[in-house]
């Protein structure tokens, strides 16, 4: 069954990451690896079955393979999950025996902060392998990403309004954001400091109280957020919101946010596009994270990271163009940018097999 699913999904390597002693039960998915090593997060979720969690790391880590070509790095995708509850399982342990794991690996998969992780659980896979990124500065690494990917999001934007209104001005405009987590909050402080109307709502009642409070947003319900009157839908949250039940309500000219696979299905996308509504493909908004972190392995600079994350404004402006030329949905024209690219490399490299690891050039590894 799972080699059926592999071959389906084009995967290269599952690896199933297992101690007893201190609790760990993991899953890495390399998808891809034409354009360099396998780069993506890790989550900590307490999934209801092992079954769902593999086809949760199958699912995000081919989503990183067509993020990181779309961005334009030489990484190919990959990701990796902890079976777990992040709020009551974490321990230096078991982020430890995980890091070993990824080391065995030999650079064929490089780690990241996810949905569960942050920087502190990222410091204890850091003193197993070198193979990991979101590490805090003063190991040479750039901290939480957070900022980075809301920042790239604003630039996805800017070329969503331009596209669908002829102005980049996001005060003009209302906006629904799903998730106020932190990328999510960070988006928001974004929209506000262009005195955009900003609508939101979480699951996390305190989370949205802060964005009330300190930003003047306006909070809503968690099912009200798909009927308000925003010219803008932005799902920060986790993916599939956007599907039969929810489309059907929307009021928005635009769906632009910063969640992975936002889209139920395809023919949600397609028919998005038959109401006239212009999507920005997720992955293509949302790479500034891993735009970030992807310069940790050659030596972090954030003027570097900021100039090289306002290029998700042209890979956006590039991927309407191709859906406008060829009469496609935008989430197809993404994909189509990402398989050429992936193609035309594929015809120099060979699979990256781990034997010339990456640089990661100005770190130290805690002891």
Not at 67 to 74: D, R, S, W
Request: proline share 3%; aromatic share 8%.
């Amino acid at each position: 069954m799972i080699f059926e699913t592999i071959a389906r999904t084009g995967h290269e390597e599952v690896v199933f990451c297992h101690n007893q002693d201190v609790g760990l039960k993991a899953i890495i998915a390399v998808h891809n690896t034409v354009l360099g090593p396998a780069l993506g997060g890790l989550r900590m979720w307490p999934y209801k079955s092992e079954q769902e969690a593999v086809n949760d790391v199958l699912r995000l880590s081919r989503g990183m393979t067509y993020k990181n070509a779309v961005a334009g790095l030489n990484l190919g995708g990959g990701k990796a999950v902890i079976i777990g509850d992040p709020g009551k399982d974490k321990s230096e342990a078991l982020f430890r025996a995980f890091g070993r794991f990824v080391n065995s690996l030999n650079g064929r998969y490089i780690t990241a902060e996810d949905v569960g992780i942050d920087v502190n659980d990222m410091e204890w896979v850091f003193r197993e392998t070198q193979f990991v990124t979101g590490v805090h500065q003063v190991h040479g690494g750039s901290g939480d990403p957070s900022p980075f990917t809301a920042y790239g999001t604003l630039q996805g934007l800017l070329a969503s309004l331009n596209a669908k209104f002829g102005s980049e001005e996001v005060g003009r405009h209302a906006y629904a954001v799903q998730g106020v987590g932190h990328v999510g909050l960070e988006f928001v402080k974004l929209l506000r400091e262009h005195d955009a109307k900003v609508f939101v709502t979480d699951i996390n009642r305190e989370a949205v109280q802060r964005c009330v409070d300190e930003f003047g947003c306006e909070a809503v319900g968690i099912d009200e957020i798909y009927d308000v009157d925003a010219d803008v839908f932005s799902p920060c949250a986790l993916g599939g919101t956007i599907n039969e039940q929810t489309l059907e309500r929307l009021k928005c000219k635009v769906i632009c946010g910063a969640a992975n696979n936002q889209l139920a299905t395809d023919a949600i996308g397609d028919e998005v596009q038959r109401r006239g509504i212009l999507y920005a493909p997720d992955y293509a908004v949302n790479a500034g994270g891993v735009m970030n972190i992807s310069l940790e392995i050659d030596g972090y600079n954030r003027e570097r990271a900021m100039r090289m994350m306002r290029t998700i404004y042209h890979n956006l402006t590039r991927i309407f163009q191709i859906a406008g030329q060829e009469g496609i949905p935008t989430y197809l024209a993404a994909d189509r940018m990402a398989e050429e690219r992936i193609a035309t490399i594929g015809k120099l490299r060979l699979p990256h097999m781990g034997n010339h690891a990456p640089r990661f050039e100005g770190r130290m590894r805690g002891q």
